[in-house]
């Protein structure tokens, strides 16, 4: 028995199709379970990961259950032609083993880890666990950055499992939204459970904004304060003098925040002084922090128009970048559409983008008729993947599991919306 999770409705959105049998634990402890590792990227070997394998382990117990998880279809069919875009342009690819070990990570989250979160995760219980796993994940990789501090040149913080100090940092743009709604619900607790997860959520929001700080990433101190102005401010529902005062009341209670921790010297300084020469008239400053994003994004834009059909295949554009532009150094360029348009072609990077662009829809629609908490959900993870793409404006590759998780959580929201009895059973 197939177990497709949405199906299409005849007007407006995605009808979940629910599957009454109740479900084995296994699956859901490795899902729900396994959420608190796919932030940490452990590897076991090339790219297959500790948390791929907890995955594939549910797919098999579902498949041995009768149950064949199935992508909703409007993004299947979008994850069909992504993938069959970026398997044409493997052809070009100067390493096609590379190109095709990507196309393999996409397959997996689209036809594996997204449809067997969405056969999971069946309660709003469910789905609050796994958001709090992911959080407490995060946090515990950069906790352990702020304890060793291991720095780069310009004395940026690195987080363990890159080497890269702006992956620090990333992580407070969806952070920040999932901890308010944690802590909002934390209020239906009692009185000494609230108090114990207000404390958490303190230290918690300071590990986020110290992250920020200490990594000195602007893509994700931009993407931070966006997803906050989303998740606070343009909520549905909320007139315009209401938006206002709460945008008012956002920019001073994050500006006292941000005075307060750094007058005690709580935050390193890289990430103002980064800022500063962002902005500096000093033209040195400035041709020293965007020399090589603008040299990459002049050999990507010239790649593109030389083939705009068929890409250089993924992770190859770093092998010919400097064919396009001398300056140009093997990296890819730092812009996720950029890059998507540069190695899987135009009909790839539309594939990918109405992908996404379904997600909000849907989450979007399913906001406005959901009750409390479920607008308050789906909300935070709108703010929290606006976030996230607003970073990969400044990154290349969307390829991290925790942040197709969230996506899928989102799904499993919507589905919960038009189920309420069964989505509101675990509570």
Same mark, same amino acid.
């Given at each position: 028995?197939?177990?497709?999770?949405?199906?299409?409705?005849?007007?407006?959105?995605?009808v979940?199709?629910?599957?009454?049998?109740?479900?084995?634990?296994v699956?859901?402890?490795?899902?729900?379970?396994?959420?608190?590792?796919?932030?940490?990227?452990l590897?076991?070997?090339?790219s297959?990961?500790?948390?791929d394998?907890?995955?594939?382990?549910?797919?098999?117990?579902?498949?041995?259950?009768?149950?064949?998880?199935?992508?909703?279809?409007?993004y299947?069919?979008?994850?069909?032609?992504?993938?069959?875009a970026?398997?044409?342009?493997?052809?070009?690819?100067?390493y096609?083993?590379?190109?095709?070990?990507?196309?393999?990570?996409?397959?997996?989250?689209?036809?594996?880890?997204?449809?067997?979160v969405?056969?999971?995760?069946?309660?709003r219980?469910?789905? &609050? $666990?796994?958001? %709090? !796993?992911?959080?407490?994940?995060?946090?515990? +990789?950069? @906790?352990? =950055?702020?304890?060793?501090?291991?720095?780069?040149?310009?004395?940026?913080?690195?987080?363990?499992?890159?080497?890269?100090?702006?992956?620090?940092?990333?992580?407070?743009?969806?952070?920040?939204?999932?901890?308010?709604?944690?802590w909002?619900?934390?209020?239906?607790?009692?009185?000494?459970?609230?108090?114990?997860?207000?404390?958490?959520?303190?230290?918690?929001?300071? &590990? $986020?904004?110290? %992250? !920020?700080?200490?990594?000195?990433?602007?893509? +994700?101190? @931009?993407? =931070?304060?966006?997803?906050?102005?989303?998740?606070?401010?343009?909520?549905?529902?909320?007139?315009?003098?209401r938006?206002?005062s709460?945008?008012?009341?956002?920019?001073?209670?994050?500006?006292a925040?941000?005075?307060?921790?750094?007058?005690?010297?709580?935050?390193?300084?890289t990430?103002?002084?980064?800022?500063?020469r962002?902005?500096?008239?000093?033209?040195?400053?400035?041709?020293?922090?965007?020399a090589?994003?603008?040299n990459?994004?002049? +050999?990507?834009?010239? =790649?593109?128009?030389?083939s705009?059909?068929?890409?250089?295949?993924?992770?190859?554009?770093?092998?010919?970048?400097?064919?396009?532009?001398?300056?140009?150094?093997?990296?890819?360029?730092?812009?996720?559409?950029?890059?998507?348009l540069?190695?899987?072609?135009?009909?790839?990077?539309?594939?990918?983008?109405?992908?996404?662009?379904?997600?909000?829809?849907?989450?979007?629609?399913?906001?406005v008729?959901?009750?409390?908490?479920?607008?308050?959900?789906?909300?935070?993870?709108?703010?929290?993947?606006?976030?996230?793409?607003?970073?990969?404006?400044?990154?290349?590759?969307?390829?991290?599991?925790?942040?197709?998780?969230?996506?899928?959580?989102?799904?499993?929201?919507?589905?919960?919306?038009?189920r309420?009895?069964?989505?509101?059973?675990?509570?």
């Amino acid at each position: 028995m197939s177990v497709s999770v949405l199906e299409p409705a005849p007007v407006v959105t995605a009808v979940p199709r629910a599957d009454a049998r109740p479900l084995s634990r296994v699956p859901q402890a490795l899902v729900v379970g396994g959420s608190v590792l796919a932030p940490l990227n452990l590897l076991i070997v090339a790219s297959l990961t500790v948390y791929d394998v907890l995955i594939a382990m549910a797919l098999v117990l579902l498949i041995t259950e009768r149950r064949i998880p199935l992508p909703p279809r409007a993004y299947a069919i979008a994850a069909y032609g992504f993938l069959l875009a970026a398997f044409f342009s493997a052809f070009r690819a100067t390493y096609p083993i590379e190109a095709l070990t990507q196309i393999l990570q996409y397959f997996f989250i689209f036809f594996v880890q997204i449809p067997v979160v969405l056969v999971v995760i069946r309660t709003r219980r469910a789905a &609050l $666990a796994s958001l %709090a !796993l992911i959080c407490a994940g995060t946090l515990v +990789a950069i @906790l352990h =950055a702020h304890m060793t501090q291991q720095t780069q040149g310009a004395g940026r913080v690195l987080v363990f499992y890159s080497e890269n100090p702006n992956r620090l940092g990333y992580p407070t743009a969806y952070l920040l939204p999932i901890l308010i709604l944690l802590w909002i619900c934390a209020w239906q607790m009692s009185r000494r459970r609230r108090a114990v997860v207000s404390a958490v959520m303190i230290g918690s929001v300071y &590990l $986020a904004i110290w %992250a !920020l700080a200490a990594s000195a990433s602007r893509s +994700a101190t @931009l993407g =931070a304060v966006v997803a906050l102005v989303v998740f606070v401010v343009l909520r549905p529902g909320v007139g315009a003098v209401r938006m206002l005062s709460r945008a008012v009341g956002l920019a001073a209670g994050v500006t006292a925040l941000v005075m307060l921790l750094s007058a005690t010297g709580q935050l390193p300084t890289t990430l103002e002084e980064r800022i500063q020469r962002s902005f500096s008239s000093d033209a040195e400053d400035t041709t020293h922090l965007v020399a090589d994003r603008e040299n990459l994004a002049d +050999a990507g834009m010239r =790649a593109f128009i030389e083939s705009p059909f068929l890409g250089t295949g993924l992770d190859n554009f770093r092998y010919v970048a400097v064919d396009y532009d001398l300056d140009a150094t093997p990296q890819l360029p730092h812009n996720l559409w950029l890059q998507l348009l540069v190695q899987v072609g135009i009909f790839g990077t539309l594939a990918f983008a109405a992908m996404l662009l379904l997600w909000f829809r849907d989450l979007v629609r399913a906001t406005v008729r959901a009750a409390h908490p479920d607008r308050l959900l789906l909300w935070s993870l709108v703010a929290a993947m606006t976030g996230i793409l607003v970073i990969f404006f400044f990154a290349p590759e969307l390829l991290d599991r925790h942040y197709w998780l969230i996506f899928a959580l989102g799904l499993a929201t919507v589905s919960g919306v038009h189920r309420p009895s069964t989505w509101e059973d675990g509570r």
